[in-house]
T-cell receptor, first 115, second 115 residues
């Protein structure tokens, strides 16, 4: 595997379910990110982890819970979601999060549908 | 404060004609600027970046962009459009402040290429 991978690619869940999204980067980076991409809205940065420490939580509801066990893996745990949470969830990584000039490398995303 | 404005939500060009996707930004810091491309059902791929070196930046697939500080612009161009260029393009500004990286995405421009 190369680059940034995400599983599953598609997920359909009910509002009472609990599921997790997984992201893995094979680039030796130290920062990882979760984004939400909804139609007709800019990408919304949800969480940032730098050297396994969470450095940003952009007012994300507690029904989204991130976990970063090491610099290569990032999870997004989901529970009691709402239909408006349906979106494409993108994971990204970069060399580190404190340098503005570091580009981010994106995974293909997980298309989430909440019924 | 930091913001990105992509001036066109949709751009349509004929194959073989020039492409111009416009982006204006504002930032209180010394920004880095990026263009990413997203093909349907795929993650974002970096096209090019400006990080305070040469103001004319060349990227992949024949794209280039010019950083114009006086106009606070970073427009993306390509001399001759190809059918494979049809995708959504995102302008991004980042800056490091207080040890953290602030990332702001534009809303995206959908490029249609007509045969």
């Amino acid at each position: 595997e190369t680059g940034v991978t995400q599983t599953p690619r598609h997920l359909v869940m009910g509002m009472t379910n609990k599921k997790s999204l997984k992201c893995e980067q094979h680039l030796g980076h130290n920062a990882m990110y979760w984004y939400k991409q909804s139609a007709k809205k800019p990408l919304e940065l949800m969480f940032v982890y730098n050297f396994k420490e969470q450095t940003e939580n952009n007012s994300v509801p507690s029904r989204f819970s991130p976990e970063c066990p090491n610099s290569s893996h990032l999870f997004l745990h989901l529970h009691t979601l709402q239909p408006e949470d349906s979106a494409l969830y993108l994971c990204a990584s970069s060399q580190e999060a404190q340098r503005g000039y570091n580009e981010q490398f994106f995974g293909p995303g997980t298309r989430l549908t909440v019924l | 404060a930091q913001s990105v404005t992509q001036l066109d939500s949709h751009v349509s060009v004929s194959e073989g004609t020039p492409v111009l996707l416009r982006c204006n930004y504002s930032s209180s810091y010394s920004p880095s600027l990026f263009w990413y491309v997203q093909h349907p059902n795929k993650g974002l791929q970096l096209l090019l970046k400006y990080t305070s070196a040469a103001t004319l930046v060349k990227g992949i697939n024949g794209f280039e962009a010019e950083f114009k500080k006086s106009e606070t612009s970073f427009h993306l161009t390509k001399p001759s459009a190809h059918m494979s260029d049809a995708a959504e393009y995102f302008c991004v500004v980042t800056a490091a402040s207080g040890g953290y990286q602030k990332v702001t995405f534009g809303i995206g421009t959908k490029l249609q290429v007509i045969p």
